[in-house]
């Protein structure tokens, strides 16, 4: 189990790579549009569709990593009273759950509206990309997180020395 856990960890590394990758590409972007919109006057004309598609992809890639790892903005007003009763695996087991199930709704709209998408040929206004594309990528970074949540939150239930040896 351990041995699996470790290959996950690494193919987790994957997506952050990925949205490194689309950010840095965003700032040279953002660089180079800056410099030749102020120099030459002569901006990127398709630096606003790229730049759509850039925060998408490095958004929603490191989603799921973020989402199973615990990196999203959590309120500790109730953190002593759990702690106290020693409650907290079990809080963040069951909203981990929840949560990753609950985002089994937001996958299904993207995937019909990903559908809608490739059937009417919508395609950016610049470069002529397909807009379902970068759906289908939000749609299956979104079920991914679900998932990655679900685990995670059965993990915590169940075992969570799994899940503190990645802490190690």
């Keep these: 189990m351990r041995s699996l856990l470790a290959l996950i960890r690494r193919i987790d590394q994957i997506p952050i790579l990925i949205a490194s990758a689309a950010l840095f590409i965003l700032m040279v972007m953002t660089f180079c549009d800056v410099i030749l919109r102020s120099s030459f006057n002569a901006p990127i004309e398709a630096a606003t569709e790229l730049t759509r598609i850039l925060v998408a992809i490095t958004v929603f890639a490191v989603l799921p990593h973020v989402s199973a790892s615990s990196g999203h903005i959590s309120v500790d007003l109730t953190d002593p009273f759990f702690q106290r009763f020693h409650l907290d695996r079990w809080r963040d087991g069951i909203i981990f759950v929840v949560c990753g199930g609950l985002l089994y709704w937001p996958t299904q709209r993207i995937i019909t509206l990903a559908d809608r998408t490739r059937g009417y040929g919508d395609v950016t206004e610049y470069l002529g990309i397909p807009q379902h594309y970068i ?13 990655a949540m679900v685990v995670s939150g059965l993990l915590r239930l169940i075992a969570p020395d799994l899940l503190r040896a990645r802490d190690q």
Excluded: N, P, S
């Design 135 to 147: 759906m289908w990528f939000i749609a299956i970074a979104t079920a991914t997180a679900g998932i």
